[in-house]
């Protein structure tokens, strides 16, 4: 069994400021696939970065970038120029590959990011 | 755009009722996911799909089943309500297709209170 742990439980920067968002797992897979999701207040879960296990280079979107530590099983994401938009919760994700992607996300328990004006 | 689309936003039922929430994608999918999100437990697997008919077990499936007639539609079934399963109820489906990364498409959630 997986496990993702997200070890800030809430964080609170100013508008602009970068922030990094910890997430370590733990697998014995060697294959799978990493997320991170944003749930605003309006509740809708939505993706916003993923990796690929096998891929060395750290994905990147825009301002959300992440640093992928294969061996040391950690995945955090960092925000560049954070703005009121980016208030959030903020869930990593895990999931092992499985044929045709069938297989559920482990999650954390989220880190609640507070971008404040 | 991908859209998920749940039935209802708030529902409030009793102890002992038999509860569906309905979960609709448009995007031909062919993975599609219950989860249940509560306060700091984060979002835990109920069920999930990976075809017409087929289901497996995720997580925490104890008190709760599942329907998928159709690709597009898959159900949650709570057979008698109990108050510990008062949580959001969130739906996600996935694309099977080979090569893609899988990613998760999520739905709006069901707030469901048993009271």
């Known amino acids: 069994a997986q496990t993702v742990t997200q070890s800030q439980p809430e964080m609170s920067v100013q508008e602009a400021e970068t922030v990094t968002l910890s997430c370590t797992y733990d697998?014995?897979?060697?294959?799978?696939?990493l997320f991170w999701y944003k749930q605003p207040p309006s509740r809708q879960m939505i993706l916003v970065i993923r990796?690929?296990?096998?891929?060395?280079q750290n994905a990147t979107e825009n301002r959300f970038s992440v640093n992928f530590q294969k061996a040391a099983k950690s995945f955090s994401l960092k925000i560049s120029d954070s703005q009121l938009g980016d208030t959030a919760m903020y869930f990593c994700?895990?999931?092992?590959?499985?044929?045709?992607?069938?297989?559920?996300?482990?999650f954390g328990k989220g880190t609640h990011l507070i971008i404040q004006p | 755009d991908v859209k998920v689309t749940q039935s209802s936003r708030y529902l409030v039922k009793r102890t002992g009722e038999k509860v569906f929430l309905e979960c609709v994608q448009d995007?031909?999918?062919?993975?599609m996911f219950w989860y249940r999100q509560d306060p700091g437990l984060g979002l835990r697997l109920i069920y999930f799909?990976?075809?017409?008919?087929?289901?497996e077990k995720g997580d925490i499936p104890e008190g709760y089943s599942v329907s998928r007639e159709k690709k597009e539609r898959f159900s949650l079934i709570l057979e008698s309500a109990s108050t510990n399963q008062t949580s959001m109820y969130l739906c996600?489906?996935?694309?099977?297709?080979?090569?893609?990364?899988?990613?998760?498409?999520f739905g709006p959630g069901t707030r469901l209170t048993v009271t």
């Open positions: 697998t014995s897979e060697s294959n799978y696939y």
């Open positions: 990796q690929e296990a096998y891929k060395q």
């Open positions: 996600a489906s996935s694309t099977g297709t080979s090569g893609r990364t899988y990613e998760q498409y």
């Open positions: 799909s990976y075809d017409v008919k087929m289901k």
């Open positions: 995007m031909d999918h062919e993975n």
């Open positions: 994700a895990f999931m092992k590959h499985a044929g045709g992607g069938a297989d559920g996300l482990t």
